[in-house]
């Protein structure tokens, strides 16, 4: 990332590019992250903390900012995707969420937000696919009987089923554990600093939404690819769900936390902080 902010009198000042941003070219309201300009122009030192990112809330309807959609994706072809360039674009002051300094706490915490959210849609598609695959099974013919006897197309179905009910108790499970700990979070003290007890539930809700996201991300995949295979032909066709499907489900293991920086989030969880790859 590398958008930044000055403040100028009773104004923050932004600066910066942002790519690939869901509903970017329909919004009214955007939140936008960035580092401060004074920061990034200083040369980088070995030990030194970075500095901290702020988060902002930016209308879309002045000037200074420019957007353009980007429809050329693989899928998800119905869904606004937008660039958006910022410059010297203007807020009030009091657009700033929180406190400066607090943007990369409440990115993390939206997180869970948003990974549970993909991982819920995620088990919507599986669903979908093994529905639409059993019915095409049974309705399907061939060598004058139902595809759905043969046995390898049970084996497509079976691993469909399996992977269902995976993620859908992991879904249960992450948002379980997130609810706790938004009920907790809501009764304690916004002025004092969290308690253990609410540091725990955070930690276990933000470790259970990585897992679910990253499991029912690949199971998804997995089994929009199977779909099509049980639908054969017809399933290399976007006229067909499992086709569209598979389209627009390979972008859910690359927003909201990538594989790869899912699996390092989740194994230094396991192995603890000081095993942080990513810093």
Not at 131 to 143: D, F, G, I, M, N
Not at 221 to 241: I, K, N, P, T, Y
């Amino acid at each position: 990332m590398s958008s930044t902010w000055r403040r100028e009198g009773e104004n923050y000042v932004l600066n910066g590019v942002k790519y690939l941003i869901s509903n970017g070219g329909i919004a009214n309201v955007l939140v936008v992250f960035a580092y401060p300009e004074s920061a990034l122009q200083q040369p980088a030192e070995a030990g030194r903390r970075p500095a901290r990112i702020s988060a902002f809330l930016v209308e879309t309807d002045g000037p200074g900012l420019e957007r353009e959609e980007l429809p050329a994706k693989l899928g998800m072809p119905t869904c606004s995707t937008a660039i958006l360039e910022f410059r010297d674009l203007r807020i009030p002051k009091n657009n700033l969420l929180g406190r400066e300094g607090d943007g990369f706490r409440i990115a993390m915490t939206t997180l869970i937000s948003g990974r549970l959210s993909v991982a819920a849609g995620c088990l919507g598609v599986i669903e979908d696919c093994l529905t639409e695959s059993l019915r095409y099974a049974q309705e399907r013919q061939q060598h004058g009987k139902p595809i759905g006897k043969h046995q390898l197309v049970q084996q497509h179905l079976a691993w469909m089923e399996t992977w269902r009910a995976a993620v859908e108790a992991l879904v249960y499970r992450a948002a379980e554990a997130k609810q706790h700990w938004e009920e907790a979070h809501s009764q304690a003290d916004p002025q004092a600093e969290p308690s253990e007890p609410l540091r725990r539930l955070y930690q276990q809700a933000d470790h259970l939404a990585a897992v679910a996201k990253l499991f029912a991300a690949n199971a998804a995949w997995e089994v929009a690819d199977r779909a099509v295979q049980v639908f054969g032909g017809r399933g290399w066709s976007v006229l067909f769900r499992p086709g569209r499907h598979l389209q627009d489900v390979r972008v859910c293991r690359i927003y909201e936390g990538t594989d790869e920086i899912l699996q390092l989030k989740i194994a230094s969880s396991l192995l603890g902080k000081e095993y942080e790859a990513y810093r």
